[in-house]
């Protein structure tokens, strides 16, 4: 079964700081991975996406991916307090169409 | 970019009545969008897929004749509970891909409250 695993929480950092949110997953099949933000009450928001090894930067985010060791990280530097909220790990797996989403991590950063 | 739209954001309905929630993808064609639903606390489950011109096809443990879903056409799907229980309420939300290895893109989503 494709699994896609990550801690739950809560993570609290000091703002400005790095934020660093870690997701493994079960298959060595997968291709495509992805990071969701989701404040409360709302739907899923992309922030990035990762296709192959190494890293990936967008603005303050930077994603991390090692397929080897099956894992995808997000570090988010120079934290604010809007980054708060629950971060979705989202893998999809050889030619399926649909995502496996992990648990989602909350995060919550302290001003 | 790709947006998609979902309609109603958040409905109130009694036991026993029917519930329609309608997904667009305004600026892209989508043969197939994604229904997920979440529970206050948990991650997305994914319920089903909805294929245009096309039966929709279930996840394990979701009872088609209670979540009919209907893909009409290229930029509409629809999911109606019917017979709505207080133990459907939940977040409902779709998603689309607007190319074959691009993002999930979702819509905003629709609270389900069954009284």
Redesign the interface.
């Known amino acids: 079964q494709k699994e896609v695993e990550q801690n739950s929480g809560p993570l609290s950092v000091p703002e400005g700081a790095i934020a660093s949110l870690n997701c493994t997953y079960s298959d060595r099949g997968s291709q495509?991975f992805?990071w969701y933000r989701q404040y409360s009450?709302?739907?899923?928001?992309?922030i990035m996406?990762i296709?192959s090894n190494g890293d990936k930067e967008d603005g303050r985010f930077t994603a991390q991916l090692n397929k080897a060791s099956q894992y995808v990280s997000l570090l988010i530097r120079d934290s604010q307090p809007s980054d708060s909220a629950t971060y979705?790990c989202?893998v999809r797996w050889g030619s399926a169409?649909?995502?496996?989403?992990?648990?989602?991590t909350q995060l919550t950063v302290l001003p | 970019g790709a947006v998609v739209s979902q309609h109603p954001s958040r409905v109130i309905c009694k036991s026993g009545t029917s519930v329609k929630i309608e997904c667009r993808s305004l600026d892209f064609q989508a043969t197939t969008m994604f229904w997920y639903r979440q529970f206050p606390k948990q991650s997305l489950m994914l319920m089903a897929t909805s294929n245009e011109g096309s039966k929709a096809t279930y996840e394990q443990g979701v009872e088609k004749d209670k979540f009919l879903i209907n893909h009409a056409s290229l930029t509409l799907s629809t999911l109606t509970v019917t017979s709505a229980h207080p133990e459907d309420s939940s977040f409902y939300i779709c998603s689309a891909y607007m190319a074959s290895d691009s993002p999930l893109h979702f819509g905003n989503g629709t609270r389900l409250t069954v009284t």
């Open positions: 495509s992805f009450g709302k739907s899923p928001e992309l996406s296709y979705l989202a169409r649909q995502l496996t989403f992990g648990s989602g």
